[in-house]
């Protein structure tokens, strides 16, 4: 606390004055900075209002983002399930398929071989008939 010299009618005036003077000062820095403090606090709450809608914006763009990755995994599994399902489906009749030409192709090599022996058989009947053509050639008289 500051002291004042007394004179005659009180305090000292040029004293008392001096320091008013400088309290008043000092108030008005004082004023002068909270003014700048709330004007910096409003702009800071006005910051902090647009980094919490950023925030909101930014959750709500990832709960968007993961609803739709949820969607295409789920999507994706079906397609990938519907694929395998087709793919079966296309390799049970490829192979009934191929059992069925390979059936085919052993009831036609069982005909071949039927109808070789059936041609050996005839060929070896027609050999031994000419042979026995040539052996009857013999046995005619010619004079």
Same mark, same amino acid.
């Given at each position: 606390m500051k002291k004042f010299d007394?004179?005659?009618n009180g305090y000292n005036v040029m004293q008392v004055n001096a320091f008013v003077d400088d309290v008043v000062d000092k108030v008005d820095d004082m004023i002068t900075?909270?003014? !700048? +403090?709330?004007?910096?606090?409003? #702009?800071? &709450? +006005?910051?902090?209002?647009?980094?919490? $809608?950023m925030d909101a914006?930014? &959750?709500r763009a990832v /709960? /968007?983002?993961e609803e739709a990755a949820s969607k295409y995994q789920t999507a994706a599994l079906n397609e990938s399930d519907l694929i395998v399902t087709e793919a079966k +489906? &296309?390799? &049970?009749?490829?192979? $009934?398929?191929?059992l069925i030409k390979a059936e085919k192709?052993?009831?036609?090599? @069982? #005909?071949? #071989? #039927?109808?070789?022996i059936t041609y050996k058989r005839r060929m070896r009947n027609l050999i031994? !008939? !000419? @042979?026995?053509? /040539?052996d009857d050639l013999d +046995?005619?008289?010619i004079d």
């Open positions: 007394r004179s005659l900075k909270m003014k !700048q +403090k709330d004007l910096e606090i409003d #702009r800071l &709450n +006005k910051e902090l209002e647009h980094y919490k $809608n914006t930014l &959750n /709960v /968007v983002a +489906k &296309n390799a &049970n009749r490829i192979i $009934n398929d191929a192709i052993e009831e036609d090599s @069982a #005909r071949l #071989r #039927r109808n070789i031994e !008939q !000419q @042979a026995e053509i /040539v +046995k005619i008289d």
